[in-house]
């Protein structure tokens, strides 16, 4: 499993944008990248996933560079609802285990 | 939007009982899975389960864990001979298909306090 480093926290504001950049240098061919949010006490929650490029859906957006040794979670206009625990995770179509790190707390202040 | 239900929401145990926690994955979901989080740390795997048969497990996942079908709609999660360290959330979480190439669903999970 390809290992991954994200920052430990970031603060942000109401209505700013906040860009969440995982590292992961070694991953393979057929990995593919995915976050989880985690609120306290209550299960993970899938966001995203993509392979390259770039994905968006009603929550986030997920940007992959061609090297595919990063990726950016971008949530547009964080609300206090979004302070949570988010995790990067890279694994691969016969990976049936997540893998999950320490996680990065983002805090966002009114 | 389908969710997956976990009881009980919280589990308070003797040390040496046995505990069953249970869930209900979401209907046409084929992989099943339980997660353990210890207070303040990591998310991790305990075991995947498909087609009536352990997938994959982990080194946690020893003789002391057992995982069970026993219906169409339940997933359960025994661990017998309850010790301290057994104290942690429990998530449950599915998938329509498996591998990392897809989303889980995870339960709210089952915080099981060992005494």
């Known amino acids: 499993l390809a290992k991954t480093t994200q920052p430990i926290s970031m603060d942000s504001y109401e209505g700013q944008e906040v860009n969440i950049t995982c590292s992961h240098n070694?991953?393979?061919?057929?990995?593919?990248i995915t976050w989880y949010q985690q609120f306290p006490s209550q299960g993970p929650r899938f966001i995203i996933q993509?392979?390259?490029t770039k994905v968006t859906n009603e929550v986030a957006s997920l940007f992959i560079p061609a090297d595919r040794k990063s990726s950016t979670l971008s949530l547009p206009r964080v609300s206090l609802s979004d302070t949570a625990v988010y995790y990067c995770?890279?694994?691969?179509?016969?990976?049936?285990?997540?893998?999950f790190g320490a996680g990065t707390t983002v805090t966002v202040r009114a | 939007e389908p969710e997956v239900t976990q009881t009980p929401s919280h589990q308070v145990t003797q040390m040496g009982q046995e505990v069953i926690l249970r869930c209900v994955p979401i209907?046409?979901?084929?992989?099943f899975y339980w997660y353990r989080q210890i207070l303040g740390q990591k998310v991790e795997f305990l075991v995947s389960?498909?087609?009536?048969?352990?997938?994959?497990k982990s080194e946690i996942f020893d003789d002391q864990f057992s995982v069970e079908r026993p219906d169409g709609s339940n997933f359960t999660l025994k661990i017998r001979s309850t010790k301290l360290e057994d104290s942690a959330m429990y998530f449950c979480?599915?998938?329509?298909?498996?591998?990392?190439?897809?989303?889980?669903?995870f339960g709210s999970g089952t915080r099981l306090t060992v005494v």
């Open positions: 979480a599915s998938s329509e298909l498996g591998g990392a190439d897809y989303g889980y669903t």
């Open positions: 993509g392979y390259k």
């Open positions: 995770l890279v694994g691969a179509v016969n990976d049936y285990k997540l893998s």
């Open positions: 389960f498909y087609n009536n048969e352990i997938s994959e």
């Open positions: 070694n991953i393979a061919t057929n990995d593919y």
């Open positions: 209907s046409n979901h084929l992989y």
